[in-house]
């Protein structure tokens, strides 16, 4: 397997099944990619930044999902508040179900 550089991601949940396996978001400092009004800015101000981990402000790219083995994950850097986790949720499963249209 290739190494790469170590990225922050948001663990959305665990896949259902026997396997270890994890549906995430990405998760970027590139600003300029941001949907606004979808993805979640995670700035230095807010109430949870701090026990988030990051280092600057974030950018949880709800569009930009994956599954990926749990053993490829290498540890905790933090969390977020739980309504920051709600309204991700939320606007993932609008977007998914199709009731918010771009």
Not at 2 to 31: H, N, T
Not at 72 to 91: N, V
Request: glycine share 12%; charged share 30%; net charge neutral.
């Amino acid at each position: 397997m290739a190494e790469g550089k170590l990225r922050p991601v948001l663990l959305i949940s665990e896949a259902p099944g026997p396997y270890d396996d994890w549906l995430i978001c990405m998760i970027s400092s590139q600003f300029h990619q941001q949907i606004e009004g979808f993805d979640e800015l995670i700035e230095e101000g807010d109430g949870d930044f701090q026990q988030s981990g990051l280092k600057k402000t974030g950018v949880v790219r709800i569009s930009r999902l994956a599954i990926v083995e749990g053993q490829i994950l290498e540890g905790r850097i933090g969390k977020i508040s739980s309504d920051r986790m709600q309204r991700i949720r939320r606007r993932l499963a609008e977007w998914i179900g199709g009731s918010k249209r771009n």
